[in-house]
Structures are given as structure tokens and as C-alpha cells.
């Protein structure tokens, strides 16, 4: 490839990229007879506030799977390998070594143009660099002139973008609420997200699967469940996230009829054997991990044990099996004999709790004459005996 006279440089975190990004560029490329364009996502913006869940690799991943199979766009990734944070003059400066005869061209929104004169060394980076500042249909571009001083301003070209109300804040807000988010970005791109479950996508999903097929009541105690096993692995450095959506899938097959529960959990019977048609209420807990699997692609396998267990338990259960096993039966819905002193040990010993909430489910069970399942005994013996796995 012939090495570009007129180079294009595409900055931002691209949390996620989307085709407002891609249109952009491509409007760009156009219009000012661009040869290549490189899409370099950001590592530590300075003018970005913190809090998104993906990471940089996470972030150019996307960005890569977003621009493939276009010969004049391309990704780098001088960034996110730059330690400290992320300044366009730095990125421009490493560009000119690069391409020294290419004149270079960045694009940004206008609304990043706003900004301009708090970047770094920006009257430099003017020289060193066009500007092509992207706006939509109803800007008001005297804003721009009213801050920028007047060079500055004479050095900006401004391209008019069609109408296309996409943004990533949008598309982020669109997964945490399980909204679709297809035609806003490429399908690449979409995938990679659910598959890495960023942004809380597959918890958004749940989220509304759970409203559509349980009571409301049942709802809450998911939603609590999710939030107690939260700050449960949170005190035991567990993983958070996992914890969190596993609490919000424990109960998700609650909504199906029992024949429908049996069918579900055919892949996993056999890890709560012998389960017979009295054992009921035990089929929804490995039901759910099977619509775990189908429907969100859940494969780990300590995930799919926590939903399986999360009713009766089993000896030298993992972290993350006793953290839903405890979440469940201590969220603040519940309200049942000895549940606050289970809450306040599960706090500070895992184990001891474990010993006392399993010890106290056979109390119950025995004085209320219901079947006991060989599990439950088991779990019982094993955490009453020992401390430690």
C-alpha cells in the first residue's frame, strides 16, 4: 500500500464505535480525498470521565472488528500502549515521524472541538495538523466561534453529517436496560459485546427476560439476590460481575410450568441425581442454568453449578456457588427465623455461615415433614465438620 499524502486520523474511546463513527470517517475520507484513515482509540483520555466497562484492549478489539473489510480505513494502537494518558498532540507528533510527507487531517466531533483549548499544546497542534470538526443537522456552530479564538477557528473545517441520532452513551444505556441495539453498529461488534458481556449487556437482558416471565415479586427477589451476592464477593474478592448475574439468573425459570422446568433442565439432571417428580421445587435450579446457556451463551462452569446448587447445596461448594446459595436465602426479602444473624456472619465468615443456614434448612424441612434431598444432607454434614475446603 502506497504510503498516504492525505491522512486521516480518527480519535475517541470508541465506547462502543458505532456507525455514526464509521459514517463519519467515511463522510470525511470523501470529502477531503482522503487516502487512509487510521481509527486510534484512546487509553487514559484526560478529558474523559472514568466508569465505562470496557477495557482499552477491550475497545480496540471492537474498533478492528469494526473496520475490516474496508482497504482505507485502519486501527492502531500507539494509545492504549502509551503509558500515562492520552494526548492528541502526542499521537500527531508520532504520526509525523511516521508519515513525514503526509499532511494529516483530524476528525472529531464538534462537540470535542469545544474543548479544544484545554488540550495540550493545542495552538502547536493547529500548525501540525487540519482539523475537520463533524457536526449534525441544528448545531450551533457560533457556540464554536464564541470560544475558540478567531485562529484557531480559521484553522477548523466543518462537515455536515446526515441525520443519525446514534451515540455510545445512548447504546450503552440501550444493553443496561436490555434494549436492542442492532443497526447501531456493526454485527462484529455487537457480538463481541455480548460475548464479553460488556457493558452489563447479558444482565440487561436478563433483566427484561425476568419481567416479561416472572411476577413482579419474584422480580424483586431476583434483582435483591443479585445485589446481595454483589456485595458479597465484593467482601470476598470474588468476581463481582459474574456474582451479580448469576443472583439475577438463579430464579429465571421460576416463570415456567413444572413439565416445562423438567424439560429445560434435562442437560443437568444428573448433577442433582436422584431427583425425582416430588423433588419440584428443585427443578427450576438446574432449568435455569440450561436458559442460562441457551439463551446467553453462559459455558463457565462454575456459573452454570451456582444456578444448578443454588437450592440445596452440595459438599466443598466453590466461592462463587456459596456466595448464591447464601445471596438467595438472605436478601433482604427474606424474613424467617435466625435470617439476621445468617446476614451478619455471611459478612464476615463464608464458611461458618454456610454451616449455619445449611444446618438450619434441615431443621426446617424435617419439622415440616418435606423431603430432604441426599445433597442437602451431604452439604450439611460437610460444612458443619469442616471450616476450610
Not at 469545544?114 to 463533524?134: G, M, N, S
Not at 415479586?217 to 468476581?239: N, P, S, W
Not at 446459595?325 to 446476614?343: C, H, M, N, T
Request: proline letters at 5%.
Amino acid at each position: 500500500m502506497e504510503r498516504p499524502q492525505r491522512l486521516g486520523i480518527m480519535g475517541g474511546t470508541f465506547d462502543p464505535i458505532h456507525f455514526g463513527h464509521l459514517l463519519a470517517a467515511e463522510t470525511a475520507r470523501q470529502v477531503f480525498h482522503l487516502q487512509q484513515i487510521i481509527f486510534i482509540p484512546t487509553g487514559n483520555p484526560p478529558h474523559k470521565k472514568q466508569g465505562s466497562s470496557a477495557t482499552a484492549e477491550q475497545r480496540w478489539q471492537m474498533t478492528r472488528f469494526a473496520v475490516d473489510g474496508n482497504p482505507y480505513f485502519s486501527t492502531s494502537r500507539m494509545e492504549i500502549e502509551r503509558e500515562g494518558f492520552s494526548y492528541s498532540f502526542d499521537t500527531v507528533c508520532a504520526l509525523q515521524e511516521q508519515y513525514p510527507q503526509a499532511e494529516l487531517y483530524f476528525i472529531v466531533g464538534a462537540d470535542a472541538i469545544l474543548e479544544l483549548p484545554t488540550w495540550k499544546r493545542v495552538d502547536e497542534l493547529l500548525t501540525k495538523c487540519h482539523f475537520i470538526a463533524t457536526f449534525r443537522p441544528g448545531y450551533d456552530l457560533q457556540a464554536l466561534q464564541d470560544i475558540l479564538p478567531g485562529k484557531a477557528f480559521e484553522r477548523i473545517s466543518f462537515l455536515a453529517m446526515p441525520a443519525m441520532d446514534i451515540s455510545s452513551t445512548d447504546i450503552r444505556k440501550r444493553l443496561k436496560n436490555g434494549i436492542s441495539i442492532k443497526y447501531l453498529l456493526p454485527q462484529k461488534v455487537e457480538d463481541y459485546i455480548y460475548k464479553n458481556n460488556l457493558y452489563d449487556a447479558i444482565k440487561g437482558q436478563v433483566d427484561l427476560f425476568l419481567q416479561e416471565r416472572l411476577k413482579e415479586g419474584r422480580v424483586m427477589h431476583c434483582r435483591q439476590t443479585a445485589k446481595t451476592a454483589k456485595e458479597l464477593a465484593e467482601i470476598y474478592h470474588i468476581d463481582a460481575q459474574k456474582a451479580e448475574l448469576c443472583g439475577l439468573l438463579h430464579d429465571c425459570a421460576r416463570g415456567y410450568s413444572f413439565s416445562e422446568q423438567k424439560e429445560l433442565a434435562q442437560p443437568f439432571l444428573k448433577q442433582l441425581a436422584p431427583l425425582s417428580d416430588t423433588d419440584g421445587m428443585l427443578f427450576h435450579g438446574p432449568a435455569a442454568a440450561a436458559l442460562a446457556q441457551q439463551n446467553w451463551g453462559i459455558e463457565e462452569e462454575e456459573m452454570l453449578n451456582a444456578l444448578i446448587y443454588h437450592t440445596v447445596g452440595r459438599p466443598a461448594m466453590s466461592p462463587l456457588e456459596e456466595i448464591i446459595f447464601l445471596a438467595d436465602k438472605i436478601e433482604p426479602g427474606r424474613d424467617y427465623e435466625g435470617v439476621a444473624a445468617i446476614r451478619e456472619l455471611a459478612k464476615k465468615d463464608r464458611k461458618q455461615a454456610m454451616a449455619m443456614l445449611l444446618q438450619n434448612n434441615l431443621a426446617y424441612l424435617k419439622q415440616a415433614g418435606k423431603e430432604i434431598h441426599p445433597l442437602a444432607v451431604q452439604a450439611a454434614a460437610y460444612y458443619n465438620k469442616k471450616g476450610e475446603i
